[in-house]
């Protein structure tokens, strides 16, 4: 299924939503679907700076266990409790329930970031 | 997001490659069962596994596990080798190579048995069926060619004839408490009178397979083989023969469910709890290591039985809703004491399962551990294998 196109994507499977003074971020469902149910979601807290390229974060499935990275620069403020209290979520919707953090950012350069069609075409989605 | 290339490499049989964090299974020249067809028709996520294409999982790996264990799911389990001894001395051969007794066993038995190196390392786990005019042994994928190789270099001074019929047969697991219901309302032959690990054969409108109870999931149910041009019209009357669709019985169900299943049954998994450099007595498989008689490996063992073993199997009960993955250090005040096997959260149990090698004056039930996970420790408590056993 052809990825959204109302944001940004990147290499390592995560999106970013621009909403004005913030982005929302979640990850891809290619990154679901190769992760299998998710059972774990470890977030930073609000307040946490993020910086591009970094790891800001863990999820875990039943098969693996791995790292979240930032898109953005950032302050976290705003964490979707939804997705830890219950990971399922994520396996649901990715795009909308399952998204994970909101970040302020400055102004986002997009231009290192993908769109859905560059996305889907890097990976093979359709 | 990157994953952890250790755990996963591990669970697929290292038929992983990585490309900027995302893994993706060798496409070319993996074997294919004669359900592959059946699978991708599913929407299966295949995978590489032991240089096979694989159902990892159809709908999810947990609705599969929590079906197998409420009605009855199908696993395609012909990527497992099948391969059978004939002969005056296949008996006398393979009680030189297995770590049970197998000339006491009656026509329609099964004996799950190790087959070890002479240091009692762990070759292969295997079940041996003695049919009435051969002996069957099933084995795992990944250790099938090693397997041969190793019969071959013993059969020198014995009649013995071995024939690998992996590729012209088929084979699936039916598991499940609701299985031999349903089976025996379909089968000409009832199994319900089939004790546990026994086999018998069958024929269905001509087309002849074997059923033996057993399987890996800690359910009763059973495993089939057939031959490779009878294993698609079986599969899909399995799957018909409620005439339900989706919300059939029996549900598909692929290797992810069937790694967390044996997880709670506290299974060994051949690569996690068994490997060379690993024993059975430590891997808790004394009870399938005959005392009276010499096998390859009998005497390496017969000292581990004597003296016990420096190391020890466990379940550990973790407190934390974080999964621990294979190698991660056990610690007992914060001094290593072991290694992890293999862990999942449980669907069952609804918590955080796992298996591991520890010293053994800490193996006892009850005692307090942590688990090192990268610098996270996470509380655990030793408890009995398995953590999940069927009602009845």
């Known amino acids: ?126 | 997001m990157t994953s952890y290339a250790k755990s996963l490499e591990m669970l697929f049989g290292g038929d992983i490659i990585f490309l900027t964090g995302v893994f993706l299974s060798h496409t070319l020249n993996l074997l294919k069962t004669p359900f592959h067809e059946f699978h991708v028709s599913q929407g299966a996520k295949m995978v590489g596994f032991a240089g096979w294409d694989m159902p990892l999982l159809y709908r999810g790996i947990i609705a599969e596990h929590q079906h197998t264990r409420k009605s009855a799911s199908v696993f395609d389990v012909s990527h497992m080798g099948r391969v059978k001894f004939t002969g005056p001395d296949a008996v006398k051969f393979l009680n030189h190579l297995l770590t049970r007794n197998i000339a006491g066993a009656a026509v329609g038995q099964s004996l799950y048995s190790l087959v070890c190196n002479e240091n009692g390392g762990v070759l292969d786990d295997v079940i041996v069926s003695r049919m009435e005019k051969y002996h069957l042994m099933v084995c795992n994928a990944s250790n099938r060619l090693k397997l041969l190789a190793w019969f071959d270099r013993h059969r020198t001074g014995f009649d013995v004839q071995i024939s690998d019929e992996t590729l012209q047969t088929a084979m699936v697991a039916l598991q499940g408490p609701k299985v031999i219901e349903l089976l025996d309302a379909v089968l000409p032959k009832p199994v319900a009178g089939l004790k546990r690990y026994h086999c018998m054969m069958q024929r269905y409108m001509f087309i002849p397979f074997t059923v033996c109870r057993s399987g890996y999931t800690g359910e009763d149910g059973v495993e089939v083989i057939c031959g490779n041009s009878a294993a698609l019209m079986a599969i899909k009357f399995l799957l018909k023969s409620d005439g339900q669709g989706t919300e059939s019985l029996v549900q598909p169900a692929g290797l992810g469910a069937r790694d967390t299943l044996r997880l709670e049954a506290g299974m060994p998994l051949y690569g996690h709890e068994l490997s060379e450099t690993v024993d059975p007595i430590s891997a808790g498989l004394n009870w399938a290591v005959a005392k009276d008689k010499d096998f390859i490996g009998s005497k390496a063992l017969a000292g581990l039985v004597q003296h016990g073993t420096p190391q020890k199997l466990v379940g550990l009960l973790v407190d934390s809703p974080r999964t621990p993955r294979q190698d991660m250090t056990v610690l007992a005040g914060g001094k290593p004491v072991g290694r992890i096997t293999s862990a999942t959260a449980s669907p069952t149990m609804g918590r955080t399962i796992a298996m591991a090698y520890v010293q053994s004056e800490f193996s006892e039930p009850g005692t307090a551990v942590e688990v090192d996970l990268r610098g996270t420790p996470l509380a655990a408590t030793v408890t009995k294998l398995p953590f999940y056993k069927r009602a009845g």
């Open chain 1, 1 to 126: 299924m052809a990825s959204p196109t109302d944001r940004f994507y990147t290499e390592t499977h995560e999106w970013i939503k621009l909403q004005g003074e913030r982005v929302l971020l979640g990850i891809t469902r290619f990154a679901v679907d190769e992760l299998t149910d998710v059972t774990f979601v470890e977030l930073p807290a609000i307040g946490k700076t993020l910086t591009v390229g970094k790891a800001f974060g863990e999820i875990e499935s039943v098969k693996a266990t791995s790292e979240l990275y930032a898109p953005v620069d950032g302050a976290v403020v705003e964490v979707n409790d939804a997705v830890k209290n219950d990971p399922s979520t994520i396996n649901q919707d990715p795009y909308e329930a399952g998204w994970l953090v909101a970040v302020k950012t400055g102004p986002v350069d997009t231009s290192k970031l993908m769109s859905a069609a560059q996305y889907d075409a890097k990976f093979n989605i359709h």
